[in-house]
DNA sequence: TATAAAGTTCAGTAATTAGTGAACTAAATG
DNA sequence: CATTTAGTTCACTAATTACTGAACTTTATA
């Protein structure tokens, strides 16, 4: 296994931790290290020695996403796939949706206890008013990275 | 099903979507939905009707998680369970390892890349000054929670 | 020191998810 | 309009992960 190949199969592994298919991470580190931005279908397939159908099931998935973008060469008809950039925001954005979600799990847990005013309460309500919290501040955040990201080009 | 486990069970898929077992979401839901503190390992089984060895094995993941916590009461050898408050602090601080990871990953594969100077190369560096952004403003928001949590007391 | 209570461990099984490969669609080229 | 190319779909299989249940450890009580 060449130094590269290794190091394609620990993306994989990095992001199967985070709930995505080994395959998607062995793509991304693929992309991540290729010489260019003009990946086919074919030079990922060929270079990962998988079959076709996880090749398309996966690229459909990590397009889905917004980690990756396909784009086409004119007067070739195959697609080439990058790395996102427009994802970079997203990310933030995508965290408000999780942590919007997670606090209404909160409270319609809270609800099912009768006994207000309890300890428990008072802590759980501390969670929630910690999420309210981040809730707030990720978009300060995406406006502030928009800002520098704005004055660096 | 009543509305209380129905509840659970939501909490399970929706711990599932982030790689954590359905049963440990499910304990969650318990601990959240619950009318006390006070949660025994055997409420959390019975209630769940689940077996022994899968309460204990994803108790304790998540009490390595930092999601729950133990603790005794004098007089009695049972274990309570509750949701933990030392973790909100600790979410920030994970997120910053995974930025920091990721960035360690850009940063391999675009040295595979022996191509400087390409299009490609100047869009991968900017993810990675997001990453390094991200990674910069985490801490500052965790101090900023501290604060506004301190002053809450 | 036997008995019980509280939880752990682990082998086996169930359930889920990922990957393969062959048949297929759609579009382009000779 | 037959052939090739590019990619998709889907049934099957492989691999992984989660759950069960029974045997076990440890600590406490009669």
Redesign the interface.
């Known amino acids: 296994m060449t130094?590269?190949e290794n190091?394609i199969e620990?993306?994989g592994l990095?992001y199967e931790?985070?709930?995505l298919p080994k395959m998607a991470g062995r793509i991304l580190?693929y992309l991540?290290?290729?010489?260019?931005?003009n990946n086919s279908f074919e030079d990922i397939q060929k270079s990962l020695k998988a079959s076709k159908g996880s090749i398309s099931g996966n690229i459909n998935l990590l397009l889905k996403q917004g980690m990756i973008v396909k784009h086409m060469i004119s007067g070739d008809r195959k697609s080439y796939y990058?790395?996102s950039?427009n994802s970079?925001e997203s990310i933030l954005d995508s965290k408000v949706n999780?942590v919007t979600?997670?606090k209404m799990?909160?409270e319609?847990?809270?609800s099912?206890?009768?006994?207000d005013n309890?300890?428990?309460k008072k802590?759980?309500t501390?969670?929630l008013?910690?999420y309210e919290?981040?809730e707030n501040?990720i978009p300060l955040?995406r406006n502030?990275?928009e800002e520098?990201?704005n004055n660096?080009m």
Chains 1, 2 share one sequence.
């Open positions: 130094e590269k190091y620990q993306v990095f931790q985070y709930g580190g991540i290290s290729s010489d260019s931005d990058k790395m950039l970079l999780s979600q997670f799990i909160l319609t847990g809270l099912f206890d009768l006994n309890s300890l428990k802590n759980l501390k969670i008013n910690y919290f981040l501040e955040l502030k990275w520098k990201a660096q």
